[in-house]
């Protein structure tokens, strides 16, 4: 990566000193710029060793840039000022496809050094290489909604932040199915994996997880830091052949919160009545007045489910996933397609990874992209021109094509986007409750 003067840049595997079973001081110090920029407390020495393994099982690749040129009394130079990291995981794009998707995390770049285009830099060089590596797509969660369309980056899925009324008790109004057994939390951190797999193979927009995910839901980590959170409970949903296909945690709020509230932190169905049957649970708890869950899917089934939908409220709705198409010809023949149709998409992209005009044709969910490279796009066949970060936004169905039409980020007639709509709008709204 090209760097300015006094910065220089390198990227390495989180790892121990073999002679030490400390964690390596290059990974403690990137961790520790992670945490300046984040505005999180300076990282416990004693807890290194299991975030590295935790970062090991998830393949992250790190990246750190170094100022050498640091004043005498600055942080130590061995701190990088600009952290990023990588990982690949599988992203559901529909039809039941998995996709490897190439995940961005941890960017950020000290104060003193800001605005001076480390991220871009870091963000170009990262981008270009994964294009090369063969990925067709990239994905972040982003902490402000400002800084990732300027690199392609569209919002692509969200999730709301749900509330419900249990007081007295929910009532569904779908008769009982299967059992929920409070879980032993030590077979729970085992077991979740398995759960997720299932959801992730049924769930349109669900992106496969960090290891940390499991540390977290059985209570092995808070969801704050590393060290146990003993406040923290989980249930395993089991069908009706004695199956596991979900599970929940979930932690009081305090006897001091008024009303009384239960948190969900996680909540995974790998099947409609696991999801039914774990709401079942939590709306029966004894001496709770609320539920929250900051992770629910935009259609939620939840309201539909009770006698009393006006028990459920939505306090907000929030991005999650940003997903940045790295080469659209792959990225196109990937997804699934409920719709048929032709069109000609002429993607704009400034970074210029993706540009370029494409014939998609789809029928029976398969779609393929002829590339037109330069030449006449087939005659009678509708066509638009769409930035790439509107791509990124389409691309899971999350939006219409009218919508970002209306935003500007697709130019074409109504005809090129009704075609466009029933090509790439997949009934359900995607859910991903992934965040890295
Ligand atoms: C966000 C952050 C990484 C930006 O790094 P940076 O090196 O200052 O960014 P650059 O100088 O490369 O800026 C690149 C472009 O993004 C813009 N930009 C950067 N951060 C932005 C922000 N927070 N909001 C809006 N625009 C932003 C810059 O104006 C610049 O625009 P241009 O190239 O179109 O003129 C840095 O401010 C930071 O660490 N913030 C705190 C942690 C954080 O939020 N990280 C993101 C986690 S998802």
Redesign the pocket.
């Known amino acids: 990566m090209q760097q300015e003067a006094g910065l220089r840049s390198a990227s390495f595997a989180p790892g121990y000193d073999g002679a030490d079973p400390a964690v390596d001081a290059r990974t403690a110090n990137w961790l520790d710029a992670v945490k300046l ?2 505005h999180e407390q300076r990282a416990d020495p004693a807890r290194l060793p299991a975030l590295v393994d935790a970062y090991q099982r998830d393949g992250r690749t790190l990246t750190a840039v170094y100022d050498d040129l640091a004043p005498e009394a600055a942080w130590d130079p061995a701190v990088p000022v ?1 952290t990023y990291a990588t990982m690949v995981n599988t992203l559901n794009v529909g039809g039941g496809r998995l996709v490897p998707a190439h995940l961005v ?7 003193t ?9 870091m963000i170009t060089a990262d981008l270009t290489g994964a294009r090369k590596a063969g990925l067709a797509l990239a994905a ?5 909604a ?3 369309g ?1 690199f392609g980056f569209g919002a692509a899925t969200s999730t709301a932040e749900t509330m419900v009324d249990t007081r007295g008790g929910l009532e569904f109004t779908a008769p009982p199915s299967g059992s929920v057994a409070v879980a032993d939390s030590a077979k729970l951190k085992f077991l979740a994996p398995e759960i997720y797999r299932a959801h992730l193979a049924g769930t349109l927009g669900a992106l496969g997880r960090q290891h940390g995910y499991w540390m977290r839901a059985s209570g092995t980590w808070s969801e704050e830091g590393s060290e146990p959170d003993k406040a923290l409970r989980g249930v395993i949903r089991y069908n009706t052949d004695g199956v596991p296909d979900g599970y929940a945690a979930y932690k009081s709020q305090g006897w001091g919160t008024e009303p009384h509230t239960v948190k969900v932190t996680d909540l995974i169905a790998a099947t409609d009545e696991a999801y039914r049957e774990l709401w079942r649970y939590l709306g029966s708890l004894d001496l709770v007045d609320r539920l929250t869950f900051n992770h629910a899917p935009v259609a939620d089934p939840l309201p539909w489910m009770l006698a009393d939908r006006r028990r459920y409220r939505v306090a907000g709705v929030d991005d999650v996933l940003w997903l940045r198409i790295l080469n659209t010809q792959a990225a196109l023949e990937a997804r699934h397609y409920s719709g048929s149709g032709a069109i000609v998409l002429t993607v704009k992209d400034s970074l210029g990874l993706a540009g370029g005009s494409w014939h998609l044709q789809a029928d029976g969910g398969t779609g393929t992209a002829a590339a037109l490279d330069g030449g006449p796009a087939p005659s009678g066949t509708a066509a638009v021109e769409i930035d790439v970060d509107a791509l990124g936004s389409l691309y899971l169905g999350g939006v219409s094509a009218r919508t970002l039409a209306a935003a500007g980020g697709i130019r074409g007639s109504r005809d090129a986007l009704e075609i466009l709509d029933a090509l790439f709008s997949a009934g359900a709204a995607p859910y991903c409750s992934t965040h890295f």
């Open positions: 920029g984040f600009a995390t941890a960017v950020t770049v000290r104060p050094h800001r605005r001076r285009g480390i991220l871009r830099r972040l969660t982003a902490s402000e400002t800084i990732y300027r």
